[in-house]
């Protein structure tokens, strides 16, 4: 069983940016599809974006395009999530999920906190 500890949340202005990172230990990094989702106050978990075992391909929930990206560095077993031009709306404690090749069932992070004032 894959453990995901997640880091890099705070407290950012809108406009800002921030980088989250989740480091993974317990699997074969390389077997698993990354994603992050994030769950904001009252609201369901949401679907963030994903990226390929091998980093090659990557999808966004459409409120992200074009601000958010995701990465991934094998040798060091850590997937990233680039924040850039945040908004209020973003504010939500992200989650990094694991799901291996193939299958459907995602394993989660702690989750972290990030809150964008305005």
């Known amino acids: 069983q894959v453990q995901l500890v997640e880091s890099g949340g705070g407290l950012v202005q809108a406009g800002g940016s921030l980088r989250l990172s989740c480091a993974a230990s317990?699997?074969?990094?390389?077997?698993?599809?990354m994603g992050w989702f994030r769950q904001a106050p009252g609201k369901e978990r949401e679907f963030v974006g994903g990226?390929?075992?091998?980093?090659?391909?990557?999808n966004y929930a459409d409120p992200v395009k074009g601000r958010f990206t995701i990465s991934r560095d094998n040798a060091e077993n850590t997937v990233y999530l680039q924040m850039n031009s945040l908004k209020p709306e973003d504010t939500a404690v992200y989650y990094c999920?694991?799901?291996?090749?193939?299958?459907?069932?995602?394993?989660w992070g702690q989750g972290t906190q990030v809150t964008v004032s305005s």
């Open positions: 317990g699997g074969t990094f390389t077997r698993y599809t």
């Open positions: 990226i390929t075992w091998s980093g090659g391909s990557t």
């Open positions: 999920a694991a799901r291996l090749v193939a299958t459907t069932l995602w394993s």
